[in-house]
């Protein structure tokens, strides 16, 4: 009986999927206790209606666990090729974390090999980006076949997952065997005049994506494909060719780089990156200076500011007047560097007085160039009124060598606030001082509850790398913590060590307590900020917890007059923060709800800590294809107007109100 009950339910969920929200049912109850056992997962693997199997494998695979193994390779087999692409995309992200397969890697190989050869293109695509996550010594073999193949969509793909699997060498090296990172790295003599065919593709997705694979990996063969793909005719693959000179840093690419300074706002940023990372910054035009982007100004000035002549009547006057507050902190900063200390110190201290947190915070960077004199004037900067400023000095004390550094410390260590508790544990962990891990051992102590999760997980790393008897009784006793996020640290780091145990299970995670809320079509937000407005569509069915908390968050006005804390050109806005300082949030975290949906321009996705399931208030927005971001964030939204205005947020810029379309 009770299993017709059950089998009755999820036919209403399946027939009701309009109706979304972060109630799900047992689907919901299963995902967040992590049980591939749960008897709504096991009627639905069995069930007639396609839609409740592949919500089985989305349940599947957002579980992190081993466990969902079995289940997951069922259902990369089945019928239908919906159920097979959801099943392949789960196996993909458990590829991410070792843990998560420990013994099982063989038995996925299989699986994921048969799908490279699946009829269906959708299931292939998936099949393709699963084996860049997991990174096989066979990757590149299997990939070279969709390289060459007619299906642009694979190609496409391929080039990502090449990506993906040489980040993952580069990011496990530091603990392979010596020789083990020279085996994969770099692309062989075939692969590269693969790419250097595709670089010449009709179709400007392949090219973007063989500029991709070398603005995110440093391979110096590829210089000469850059150099082609920096005056294509598309303006992301030219974005992408720039990003990848900057990163090769070859003074060769410097002409490509100064006709990118004439091209797109973008174009600009990214041109004037690479001839700074080139030291071809003498070439600048100084009428980049009068940018109509303040992102520019801001940008050229850092780049001009490290030249032979920089031009300082030039920065003087933009300090004085710009009307942008990145740009007039990039100049005081820029400043610092040619103008005698003991004048740049009064003035300085002048700065300390003025009302903007945001240029109080860029006199404590400019601060680096007053010798002798700055471990005075970072003194009194943390004295200062705002958390903001007192962080910033305190990880500035972080390059100071003076035993005075630790008396100034005692302020910190008593306070409640988070951001500058966090910003002591940055301070501690560029410290190689016997006192470290006493110190971060208190704090430590002192940062018990869900709001300290994020200072916990930097200690147990702290911990992690000081090697001795006592940090690994620490280390022990971190093992048991609360938080899975932090627990993990310790745990992995023990086992490095040569100990491993049954470790009890983390406290569970407080709920959101906006799951309840539900919606008959995707909501739709307005962000009214400081610079206009823009509007987001949300994908309920794809993070249906994550849409319901941020709507539910924005119905109660919890977003009203918060800052966009962190802005990256050319990457992204973050905000949402109720404390406006990055290190902020919710009393509660959210389980990481990873789609297949990608980031492109506009895309809303959820920042979290180390760990992923610990999103919670904050939110961020792209600005352009991201796919280094592709399955390790959530993405539940997307900018559908208001583009201009994403391009024009600036750091310090507030979220007047944000309201919900009705």
Not at 521 to 534: D, L, M, W, Y
């Amino acid at each position: 009986m009770l299993r017709v009950i059950v089998w009755f339910l999820l036919v209403w969920l399946g027939c009701g999927a309009s109706l979304w929200g972060a109630d799900l049912g047992p689907f919901g109850v299963a995902e967040e206790n992590e049980d591939p056992r749960h008897p709504s997962l096991l009627v639905a693997l069995r069930s007639v209606d396609a839609s409740l199997r592949v919500r089985a494998a989305r349940s599947m695979g957002r579980m992190q666990t081993p466990r969902a193994l079995d289940a997951l390779r069922l259902l990369a087999s089945d019928a239908d090729e919906k159920v097979r692409t959801m099943a392949i995309f789960g196996l993909g992200q458990l590829g991410w974390e070792v843990s998560w397969t420990q013994g099982h890697r063989d038995a996925i190989k299989g699986v994921l090999r048969r799908a490279l050869g699946d009829p269906s293109v959708g299931v292939r695509r998936a099949a393709i980006e699963a084996v860049g996550k997991y990174a096989f010594v066979e990757t590149r073999l299997w990939l070279t076949a969709f390289l060459r193949g007619a299906e642009v969509s694979l190609r496409v793909e391929a080039l990502r997952a090449l990506f993906r699997a040489a980040y993952l060498w580069q990011r496990r090296a530091a603990t392979a065997p010596k020789g083990w990172l020279a085996s994969r790295l770099p692309l062989s003599r075939v692969m590269m005049q693969d790419l250097q065919r595709l670089s010449k593709s009709k179709e400007a997705e392949v090219r973007a994506g063989v500029a991709y694979y070398f603005a995110r990996i440093n391979d110096p063969q590829g210089l000469s494909i850059l150099l082609d793909l920096a005056d294509d005719a598309h303006a992301q693959v030219r974005l992408f060719a720039l990003q990848g000179l900057q990163k090769l840093a070859n003074p060769k690419g410097a002409e490509a780089a100064l006709r990118g300074t004439s091209s797109a706002v973008a174009h600009r940023i990214a041109a004037l990156q690479a001839l700074e990372a080139m030291k071809q910054v003498h070439r600048v035009s100084d009428l980049l200076s009068r940018d109509k982007s303040a992102h520019t100004r801001a940008v050229w000035v850092r780049v001009r500011s490290k030249g032979l002549r920089p031009p300082l009547a030039l920065f003087r006057a933009m300090w004085k007047s710009d009307p942008s507050r990145s740009v007039r902190s990039a100049a005081l900063i820029a400043l610092g560097q040619h103008t005698d200390p003991d004048a740049f110190l009064l003035e300085l201290i002048g700065v300390l007085h003025q009302k903007d947190i945001f240029l109080r915070e860029a006199a404590v960077a400019a601060s680096a160039w007053l010798g002798w004199r700055r471990l005075s004037f970072l003194e009194m900067a943390l004295q200062d009124q705002h958390v903001l400023v007192r962080s910033a000095a305190l990880m500035a004390l972080a390059k100071e060598k003076s035993p005075r550094v630790w008396s100034l410390l005692q302020r910190a260590l008593r306070s409640e606030e988070l951001a500058e508790r966090g910003a002591l544990v940055m301070f501690l962990a560029a410290q190689k001082s016997p006192r470290v891990q006493d110190i971060a051992w208190d704090l430590y102590q002192k940062s018990r509850g869900e709001r300290w999760v994020e200072v916990r997980e930097e200690i147990a790393q702290i911990l992690a790398r000081i090697r001795n008897p006592q940090t690994t009784h620490l280390l022990d006793l971190v093992a048991h913590d609360e938080a899975a996020s932090v627990a993990r640290i310790a745990q992995q780091a023990l086992q490095k060590r040569g100990i491993s145990k049954p470790w009890p299970l983390a406290k569970a995670r407080r709920a959101s307590p906006y799951r309840g809320v539900r919606f008959s079509r995707n909501p739709v937000v307005v962000f009214e900020t400081t610079r206009g407005s823009f509007s987001v569509v949300f994908f309920a069915e794809d993070a249906p917890i994550h849409v319901a908390t941020v709507v539910g968050l924005v119905e109660k006005g919890f977003y009203h007059g918060l800052l966009w804390h962190r802005v990256i050109p050319n990457f992204v806005i973050q905000g949402g923060d109720p404390d406006g300082t990055g290190w902020g949030g919710g009393d509660f975290s959210l389980r990481a709800e990873i789609n297949p949906r990608r980031f492109v321009r506009g895309t809303l996705g959820m920042p979290r800590a180390m760990g992923w399931d610990t999103g919670s208030v904050q939110l961020f927005f792209t600005h352009g294809q991201t796919p280094h971001l592709d399955g390790q964030y959530t993405v539940f939204g997307q900018i559908r107007k208001g583009f201009e205005v994403l391009d024009r947020i600036e750091r310090g810029d507030r979220i007047l109100r944000a309201y919900r379309v009705p």
